[in-house]
C-alpha cells in the first residue's frame, strides 16, 4: 500500500524559507491530490496545501502568501516551501494522500523548530 | 472558514464503556465531506471513519459514526485499552478548504 515519508531540516531561522520534501511509495504519485498538515506541539491540525499530479494546487487563506507546493512525478515526491518564517510555523510537519475529502495515509511526521 | 467544534474536550472513561464524542460546524457539511482520525501520542492520526459513517480499511466495527448537517458524532461502542488517543474531526469545503476541530482528548477514568 501507499507509504508517505517526510525530509527535510529540522531547525530553520527566522524570516528563512522551509523546503520539506514528501516521498511515495507503493504507489504512483501520478494520480489523486496530495497534501501539507501542520501541528503545533499540543495543538490541533491546521491544512496546508494541496496539489494534484497536473500541476493544480489549493492553498490554506492563511498561508497561501508564503507557501509554494511542486511535485516531481519521475522521483515520486512532491514538496512544500515555506517562506518568512516565524517561531509559529515550529510544528510536526506531515504529508498526506488525498483521498476524495479525507487524509489516507499519512506520512510519520517531520518536526521543524523555527529558532536561531 | 467552516469552523468544527469538538466536545467534550476531555472525556474520561472506563474500558469497556461507550464513547460518544460530538463535531459541531458552524455551516453546514456534506455528509460525504466530514472524517474522523484517531491520534496516539508522537503518532500521526490515523483515518477511522469517511463520508461521516464509513469505516476505513481496518479499523474496527465499535467504531461508528453518524450525523447530517451540522452535527456529526463518533461512537466506539465498547472501550478497548488501545482506544485512548485523542480523536479530530475534519471537513472538507468550497474554495477548497479542509479544517479540522480542536480535538476531544479520550483518556482512563
Known amino acids: 500500500q501507499v507509504q508517505l515519508q517526510e525530509s527535510g531540516p529540522g531547525l530553520v531561522k527566522p524570516s528563512e524559507t522551509l523546503s520539506l520534501t514528501c516521498t511515495v511509495s507503493?504507489?504512483?504519485?501520478?494520480?489523486?491530490?496530495w497534501s501539507w498538515i501542520r501541528q503545533p506541539a499540543g495543538k490541533g491540525l491546521e491544512w496546508i496545501g494541496r496539489m494534484s499530479a497536473s500541476g493544480s494546487t489549493n492553498y490554506n487563506p492563511s498561508l497561501k502568501s508564503r507557501i509554494t507546493m511542486s511535485l516531481d512525478t519521475s522521483k515520486n515526491l512532491f514538496s512544500l516551501k515555506l517562506s518568512s518564517l516565524t517561531a509559529a510555523d515550529t510544528a510536526v510537519y506531515y504529508c498526506?494522500?488525498?483521498?476524495?475529502?479525507?487524509?489516507?495515509?499519512w506520512g510519520q511526521g517531520t518536526l521543524v523548530t523555527v529558532s536561531s | 472558514e467552516n469552523v468544527l467544534t469538538q466536545s467534550p474536550g476531555t472525556l474520561s472513561l472506563s474500558p469497556g464503556e461507550r464513547a460518544t464524542l460530538s463535531c459541531r460546524a458552524s455551516?453546514?457539511?456534506?455528509?460525504?465531506?466530514l472524517a474522523w482520525y484517531q491520534q496516539k501520542p508522537g503518532q500521526a492520526p490515523r483515518l477511522l471513519i469517511y463520508?461521516?459513517?464509513t469505516r476505513a480499511t481496518g479499523i474496527p466495527d465499535r467504531f461508528s459514526g453518524s450525523g447530517s448537517g451540522t452535527d456529526f458524532t463518533l461512537t466506539i461502542s465498547r472501550l478497548e485499552p488501545e482506544d485512548f488517543a485523542v480523536y479530530y474531526c475534519q471537513q472538507y469545503g468550497s474554495s477548497p478548504m479542509y479544517t479540522f476541530g480542536q480535538g476531544t482528548k479520550l483518556e482512563i477514568k
Open positions: 463520508g461521516a459513517s
Open positions: 455551516q453546514s457539511v456534506s455528509g460525504s465531506f
Open positions: 498526506a494522500k488525498v483521498s476524495g475529502s479525507w487524509f489516507d495515509p
Open positions: 507503493g504507489g504512483s504519485i501520478s494520480s489523486y491530490y
